[in-house]
Nanobody
Framework: QVQLVESGGGLVQAGGSLRLSCAASGSIFSIIPMAWYRQAPGKQRELVARITSGGGTNYADSVKGRFTISRDNAKNTVYLQMNSLKPEDTAVYYC??????????WGQGTQVTVSS
Protein backbone atom coordinates (compact mmCIF):
# COMPACT_ATOMS: atom_id res chain seq x y z
CA GLN A 1 0.00 0.00 0.00
CA VAL A 2 0.95 3.61 -0.51
CA GLN A 3 0.05 6.32 1.99
CA LEU A 4 -0.49 9.78 0.51
CA VAL A 5 -0.52 13.18 2.21
CA GLU A 6 -1.46 16.30 0.26
CA SER A 7 -0.57 19.87 1.13
CA GLY A 8 -0.54 23.31 -0.45
CA GLY A 9 -4.21 24.10 -0.83
CA GLY A 10 -5.72 27.40 0.21
CA LEU A 11 -7.57 30.52 -0.83
CA VAL A 12 -6.33 32.50 -3.81
CA GLN A 13 -7.71 35.20 -6.04
CA ALA A 14 -8.56 34.52 -9.66
CA GLY A 15 -5.44 34.70 -11.79
CA GLY A 16 -3.24 33.56 -8.93
CA SER A 17 -1.15 30.44 -8.47
CA LEU A 18 -0.84 27.56 -6.03
CA ARG A 19 1.38 24.50 -5.89
CA LEU A 20 0.03 21.31 -4.43
CA SER A 21 2.31 18.61 -3.09
CA CYS A 22 1.63 14.96 -2.40
CA ALA A 23 4.11 13.02 -0.30
CA ALA A 24 3.98 9.25 -0.67
CA SER A 25 5.23 6.46 1.53
CA GLY A 26 6.47 3.13 0.24
CA SER A 27 9.22 1.91 -2.03
CA ILE A 28 7.18 1.58 -5.22
CA PHE A 29 6.53 5.29 -5.80
CA SER A 30 9.03 5.63 -8.64
CA ILE A 31 7.46 2.84 -10.71
CA ILE A 32 3.77 3.74 -10.52
CA PRO A 33 1.66 6.37 -12.25
CA MET A 34 0.42 9.23 -10.09
CA ALA A 35 -2.48 11.58 -10.64
CA TRP A 36 -4.42 14.51 -9.29
CA TYR A 37 -8.20 14.50 -9.21
CA ARG A 38 -10.64 17.11 -8.00
CA GLN A 39 -14.21 17.19 -6.79
CA ALA A 40 -16.32 20.31 -6.66
CA PRO A 41 -19.51 20.49 -4.56
CA GLY A 42 -22.33 18.60 -6.24
CA LYS A 43 -20.07 17.25 -8.97
CA GLN A 44 -18.32 13.98 -9.68
CA ARG A 45 -14.64 13.53 -9.02
CA GLU A 46 -12.68 14.20 -12.20
CA LEU A 47 -9.15 13.57 -13.40
CA VAL A 48 -7.07 16.75 -13.55
CA ALA A 49 -3.62 15.46 -14.50
CA ARG A 50 -1.68 12.21 -14.61
CA ILE A 51 2.01 11.40 -14.81
CA THR A 52 3.53 8.03 -15.63
CA SER A 53 6.62 6.53 -14.05
CA GLY A 54 8.54 7.68 -17.12
CA GLY A 55 7.30 11.25 -16.88
CA GLY A 56 4.64 11.17 -19.56
CA THR A 57 1.73 13.48 -18.74
CA ASN A 58 -1.85 14.10 -19.71
CA TYR A 59 -4.31 16.77 -18.61
CA ALA A 60 -7.98 17.53 -18.56
CA ASP A 61 -8.86 19.95 -21.35
CA SER A 62 -10.03 22.50 -18.78
CA VAL A 63 -6.54 22.85 -17.25
CA LYS A 64 -4.25 22.42 -20.26
CA GLY A 65 -1.76 25.24 -20.50
CA ARG A 66 -2.43 26.34 -16.91
CA PHE A 67 -1.55 23.34 -14.73
CA THR A 68 1.64 21.29 -14.68
CA ILE A 69 2.09 17.93 -12.99
CA SER A 70 5.58 16.77 -12.06
CA ARG A 71 7.24 14.23 -9.81
CA ASP A 72 10.44 13.95 -7.79
CA ASN A 73 11.16 10.27 -7.28
CA ALA A 74 14.04 11.00 -4.90
CA LYS A 75 11.55 12.72 -2.59
CA ASN A 76 8.59 10.40 -3.25
CA THR A 77 6.56 13.48 -4.09
CA VAL A 78 4.26 14.54 -6.89
CA TYR A 79 3.36 18.17 -7.53
CA LEU A 80 0.62 20.12 -9.24
CA GLN A 81 1.57 23.65 -10.22
CA MET A 82 -1.61 25.62 -10.86
CA ASN A 83 -1.40 28.98 -12.63
CA SER A 84 -4.03 31.41 -13.91
CA LEU A 85 -6.52 29.96 -11.49
CA LYS A 86 -10.22 30.45 -12.13
CA PRO A 87 -13.20 30.29 -9.77
CA GLU A 88 -14.28 27.10 -11.51
CA ASP A 89 -11.06 25.45 -10.30
CA THR A 90 -12.47 25.57 -6.77
CA ALA A 91 -12.64 22.01 -5.47
CA VAL A 92 -11.09 19.49 -3.13
CA TYR A 93 -8.00 18.14 -4.84
CA TYR A 94 -6.98 14.52 -4.26
CA CYS A 95 -3.72 12.75 -4.94
CA UNK A 96 -3.99 9.28 -6.46
CA UNK A 97 -1.50 6.44 -6.77
CA UNK A 98 -2.19 3.66 -9.29
CA UNK A 99 -0.72 0.91 -7.17
CA UNK A 100 -1.88 -1.88 -9.48
CA UNK A 101 -4.57 -2.43 -12.13
CA UNK A 102 -7.89 -1.50 -10.49
CA UNK A 103 -6.10 -0.76 -7.20
CA UNK A 104 -5.56 2.84 -6.15
CA UNK A 105 -4.58 4.73 -3.05
CA TRP A 106 -6.01 8.16 -2.26
CA GLY A 107 -4.96 11.06 -0.10
CA GLN A 108 -7.28 12.87 2.26
CA GLY A 109 -7.70 15.82 -0.07
CA THR A 110 -6.79 19.49 0.11
CA GLN A 111 -9.19 22.37 -0.45
CA VAL A 112 -8.50 24.90 -3.19
CA THR A 113 -10.74 27.96 -3.27
CA VAL A 114 -10.45 30.59 -6.00
CA SER A 115 -12.25 33.86 -5.40
CA SER A 116 -13.45 36.08 -8.22
Amino acid sequence: QVQLVESGGGLVQAGGSLRLSCAASGSIFSIIPMAWYRQAPGKQRELVARITSGGGTNYADSVKGRFTISRDNAKNTVYLQMNSLKPEDTAVYYCNAEVAPLVASWGQGTQVTVSS
